[in-house]
């Protein structure tokens, strides 16, 4: 990384990188934060009516939320993307969200559970921030974000796969497990591709 020096002259493109360095900290916090964003709004908005127990009713919000999110930033990468790759990968993901979506929604209209199908406030900022870059600079900050966002899904959906109480829900969970291990696998060997860090 390129630092200022306050006594001398510094380049414009210093400057420049001074000035986007903290995005990549700021992709990882927002992801890491989106877990426990979206479990305190789960809490807040479990349903009376829901055939399935709390536990139940937030990995289903969870997921939807998550999903959205997917959807969304993959839409953005498909169009913003520098790299053949990077929009191949979002049109994957736009792909395969939509069906695990379609999926989750049939079943919780069976659980009586409501869906609201919005991103979370970590992902839409992260959306937001996405959507001002542009060439390899997007690649790689989407990249890194796909990165700590499906370890967070995957983590999610193991969870719920183990501990669920819904036999349904809990089945739900499971099917996407091998898949979500397939999206960070993917995703890794493509940030591998543009030169970062799979442990970003």
């Not at 055939?51 to 939807?64: G, N």
């Amino acid at each position: 990384m390129n630092r200022i020096d306050s006594t001398s002259g510094a380049s414009t493109q210093a400057r420049n990188t001074s000035r986007h360095a903290p995005r990549s900290r700021f992709f990882a916090f927002a992801a890491l934060c989106c877990a426990t964003m979206l479990a305190a709004a789960g809490c807040r908005l479990m349903q009376s009516g829901a055939e399935v127990t709390p536990t139940d009713q937030q990995f289903m919000l969870t997921a939807a939320s998550v999903g959205t999110a997917e959807i969304d930033l993959g839409q953005l990468a498909a169009t913003r993307g520098s790299s053949p790759e990077v929009r191949s990968f979002g049109e994957h993901m736009v792909a395969e969200h939509t069906r695990i979506n379609a999926e989750l929604t049939q079943l919780a209209d069976t659980k009586h559970v409501r869906l609201l199908k919005a991103m979370d406030p970590a992902n839409h900022t992260l959306y937001s921030e996405l959507s001002h870059l542009s060439g390899a600079q997007f690649d790689r900050e989407y990249m890194i974000s796909q990165l700590h966002i499906h370890r967070m899904g995957n983590s999610l959906y193991a969870s719920e796969a183990a501990q669920g109480e819904d036999r349904d829900v809990k089945a739900f969970a499971a099917r996407g497990v091998p898949v979500g291990k397939e999206h960070l696998q993917h995703a890794a060997e493509l940030a591998q591709a543009l030169g970062v860090s799979s442990s970003k």
